[in-house]
């Protein structure tokens, strides 16, 4: 064929995002009312969002003939007063992979390497690959990060970018805190660490490192995070970075232009100051936890102790049982894609949705008579 475009082979080889099941297309699918089917397998806010963010995008006068700020300067001002740093540390986009990406734009080519953990958000893979740079994988056999095993790894080559998430998805560990500052305080000259706390707000408080204050220390280090779990706007796409002014700086150049839009700022600053809904969030979320892993003890499934919204479940052929659990109207995440392919991932819902998800999991797995 004439002029068929020639691809870089590491972008051929990029394989697309594959999301969770939507819920429109399983209910047409199983001919289910859409109300009646219970999504946990993007690990979203079972609240909803909150009622300030969704009072604010109702009250806003936005213009939406107009380009938004392209700099969030309101959303900003407010982070930066929550996190005590100055504006010019946050860098927003649209979602925290948004911010995960520039990382990779800013940092890696071809010829350079990143590191990150086996098990690893997909993102990171993407990310890199999309950079065309080369990736080395830290082997993770307790589905934690070994960070003594990662330093030794990345001390074979220059390492120009190093993605942790803490917690992390999906396994949903966690990391002790001094030990994840010192990992990064070891880092060579040159290596950026991109430290994803997507779910640090489901840490408990004695778990949790303080990565701001670790920023101030370490001009080597950006912090993500996000306004799509614990905050419930995953619709709206808001994620943002911290770090020192240089590195920031950096990120934003890379940043391609008006990436929040108006309404998602305007609803990310109003949910910034809802203390009420993330209580609220946190305690079904903590009750929930609960809920799964007693049920999962009692059937004797191994699950991985899990500081986020979700719990991975050792269940055999999880895209089987995946599948029969959509049949109950159920989305949940079968883990094939990132080599566990005998693990399923559910997010915690409400007490309803969990219990619906347990009903279906105990019919699903019981043994032929
Ligand atoms: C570990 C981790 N980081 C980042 C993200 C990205 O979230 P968002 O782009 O919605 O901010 C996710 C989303 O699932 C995640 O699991």
Redesign the pocket.
């Known amino acids: 064929m004439r002029n068929a475009p020639v691809y870089p082979p590491h972008i051929e080889q990029l394989k697309s995002y594959s999301p969770g099941l939507p819920m429109e297309d399983l209910a047409r699918r199983i001919d289910m009312p859409l109300a009646h089917i219970v999504k946990l397998a ?2 979203e806010n079972p609240l909803g969002a909150s009622s300030r963010a969704l009072a604010a995008l109702a009250a806003s006068s936005i213009d939406l003939s107009r380009y938004p700020d392209n700099d969030c300067t309101d959303l900003t001002q407010a982070l930066a007063l929550q996190l005590d740093v100055p504006p010019d540390w946050i860098v927003t986009g649209a ?4 911010v ?1 990406g520039m990382a990779a734009t800013t940092l890696l080519s071809a010829g350079r390497f990143t590191l990150y953990a086996q098990y690893s ?1 997909q ?1 990171y893979v993407n990310a890199a690959q999309r950079a065309g740079a080369t990736a080395v994988v830290v082997p993770s056999p307790d589905f934690t990060v070994d960070l003594g095993e990662m330093l030794r790894l990345g001390a074979r080559q220059p390492v120009s970018l190093v993605y942790i ?1 803490n917690p ?2 999906p396994t949903g560990t966690s990391l002790d805190p001094d030990a994840l500052e010192a990992f990064i305080a070891a880092q060579a000259d040159g290596t950026v660490v991109v430290l ?1 706390e ?2 640090l707000e489901y840490l408990p408080a004695a778990a949790r490192g303080d990565a701001v204050a670790w920023v101030r220390r370490h001009p080597h280090l950006l912090v993500t995070r ?1 306004f ?1 779990k614990a905050y419930g706007l ?1 619709g709206l ?1 808001v ?1 943002y970075g911290i770090a020192q002014p240089a590195l920031a700086g950096m990120l934003r150049r890379v940043r391609a232009p008006f990436q929040v839009s108006q309404p998602a700022q305007a609803g990310a600053a109003a949910a910034l100051g809802d203390g009420d809904f993330l209580a609220r969030t946190l305690a079904v979320n903590s009750e929930g936890h609960e809920q799964l892993c007693a049920a999962f003890r009692a059937r004797g499934l191994r699950h991985l102790p899990s500081s986020t919204n979700f719990v991975s479940v050792e269940t055999g052929d999880s895209a089987a049982l995946a599948g029969r659990l959509e049949q109950h109207g159920l989305i949940a995440r079968p883990l094939g894609s990132y080599g566990l392919k005998n693990w399923l991932r559910v997010s915690i819902g409400t007490a309803t949705e969990n219990s619906r998800f347990l009903d279906a999991l105990a019919q699903e797995l019981r043994p032929a008579s």
């Open positions: 993007s690990n979602g925290s992979e948004s995960i958000f993102a998430a992390g998805n994803d997507a779910y996000t799509s995953a796409r994620g």
